[in-house]
């Protein structure tokens, strides 16, 4: 069975990470993604082969960052500062569902891609717009990227074990990556929208607002009883059974007990340290708390005897909760995440048989799926003239001759 997307048609002008991750998450569900590159440059991230230093070029000159963010997609390159470009995009929005773009407010507004012109040609239009700080406000023109907004949002210092430490900057692109689910979340329910109400609208979604929700449990305590979490570094961690400990081949454990006084006796037990059950500093959760750096430096001596499968079977015959810490690279061998298909294979064309990161979610009867690595650059840019634009040869060729496309 198809997608659930099957039939649902996409234009997507963006850039980068935070709209491509939206279109592709559209894709993987079944949708018809065209992404419009810049006539050529294309994408920069085309040509995005370090990240933080370390190189991320495939073979045949590919960058895993492009590829990533661009699979199940058909790419077309079209000059949008002429006006004849325009009207090859105004032509195609009124063969499409969904409209997605990351240009600031002023830009769309000036090259006359905002949502105001695109409505004129197709009412239904689903408009996706996604920005650094939102589309209001003092800021909504600033140039954004990950970084920016995982500062402007809390969330560096929330990462930072202790006040007063420096920021954390999280690598990976998580304010990009947030940005894009959110943006993917607000084009599906504007799609629901149009189904029932026969209508079209423009939606957006933020780095700054995506990552507010991320944290809105962290953000409602400020809110409701006027400050943020608690931080503090894992040696004076309030429930101690609610900490990491490393363990005697250097691997890191994590105990998940949020009802520490049910699993106390337990958790002494199965670690050996009965003598602690009734022991007066630890006899339940307030005042281990006020003894925590004290039994944190007890059980790092006692973690630090095993190694981290001996105490995970310890764990797990002993029904307490705990999970192991994993390294990123430690994913592609997690029987869990094999077991769920989170990374699965994938048989390129180019690069042959790969793992990739697949989709997070499963629908049982109308699953997404990767069909297509990501498009070389205007690849498709013909076929969709042709087949959705309704141009002829002859119009193509002029649109070459003129260099729209």
């Known amino acids: 069975m198809s997608g659930v997307l099957n039939g649902i048609r996409i234009l997507d002008t963006t850039i980068w990470q935070l709209g491509p991750t939206a279109t592709m998450m559209l894709a993987d569900l079944g949708a018809e993604v065209i992404k419009v590159e810049q006539r050529l440059i294309g994408d920069p991230g085309r040509g995005y082969k370090r990240l933080r230093g370390q190189s991320i070029e495939l073979p045949d000159g590919r960058s895993a960052y492009?590829?990533?963010?661009?699979?199940?997609?058909?790419?077309?390159?079209?000059?949008?500062?002429?006006?004849?470009?325009?009207?090859?995009?105004?032509?195609?929005?009124?063969?499409?569902?969904?409209?997605?773009?990351?240009?600031?407010?002023?830009?769309?507004?000036?090259?006359?891609?905002?949502?105001?012109?695109?409505?004129?040609?197709?009412?239904?239009?689903?408009?996706?717009s996604g920005s650094g700080f939102g589309l209001k406000?003092?800021?909504?023109?600033?140039?954004?990227?990950?970084?920016?907004?995982?500062?402007?949002s809390g969330i560096m210092t929330a990462a930072a074990s202790e006040p007063g430490m420096p920021p954390v900057s999280i690598a990976g692109g998580i304010a990009d990556a947030m940005g894009g689910v959110m943006l993917a979340y607000s084009v599906l329910a504007a799609l629901v929208a149009r189904e029932r109400l026969g209508i079209g609208q423009e939606v957006d979604a933020s780095h700054l607002g995506s990552m507010i929700w991320l944290q809105n449990l962290n953000v409602a305590l400020v809110l409701s009883v006027g400050r943020e979490v608690a931080r503090h570094g894992?040696?004076?961690?309030?429930?101690?059974?609610?900490?990491?400990?490393?363990c005697s081949d250097g691997k890191w454990l994590q105990l998940g007990h949020l009802q520490p006084d049910r699993y106390w006796a337990p958790f002494c037990r199965a670690l050996g340290i009965e003598e602690l059950t009734d022991d007066p500093r630890f006899k339940n959760m307030d005042i281990r708390g006020e003894h925590s750096e004290e039994l944190?430096?007890?059980?790092?001596?006692?973690?630090?005897?095993?190694?981290?499968?001996?105490?995970?079977?310890?764990?797990?015959?002993?029904?307490?909760?705990?999970?192991?810490?994993?390294?990123?690279?430690?994913?592609?061998?997690?029987?869990?995440?094999?077991?769920n298909n989170y990374i699965t294979d994938f048989d390129h064309p180019t690069l042959g048989k790969i793992k990739v990161v697949d989709i997070a979610v499963h629908l049982s009867k109308t699953p997404g799926v990767i069909r297509a690595p990501a498009p070389e650059y205007a690849q498709h840019t013909e076929e969709v003239l042709l087949e959705i634009g309704g141009y002829s040869w002859e119009e193509i060729a002029t649109l070459k001759e003129q260099e729209v496309i």
Not at 234 to 246: D, E, V
């Open 137 to 152: 406000g003092p800021d909504s023109g600033q140039r954004a990227f990950d970084a920016l907004g995982q500062a402007r």
């Open 234 to 246: 894992r040696a004076k961690a309030f429930n101690p059974l609610y900490n990491s400990y490393q």
């Open 66 to 128: 492009f590829e990533h963010l661009n699979r199940n997609k058909k790419s077309i390159a079209l000059d949008l500062t002429k006006e004849a470009g325009k009207m090859v995009l105004y032509r195609l929005v009124a063969k499409c569902d969904v409209f997605v773009q990351n240009f600031r407010p002023s830009v769309a507004k000036r090259l006359r891609l905002d949502y105001h012109t695109l409505s004129k040609y197709n009412p239904k239009l689903v408009y996706g």
């Open 296 to 339: 944190v430096t007890y059980l790092d001596r006692i973690f630090a005897t095993q190694t981290r499968e001996e105490w995970m079977k310890i764990c797990r015959d002993a029904n307490l909760i705990y999970s192991p810490v994993n390294t990123v690279e430690d994913l592609p061998n997690d029987p869990q995440v094999l077991a």
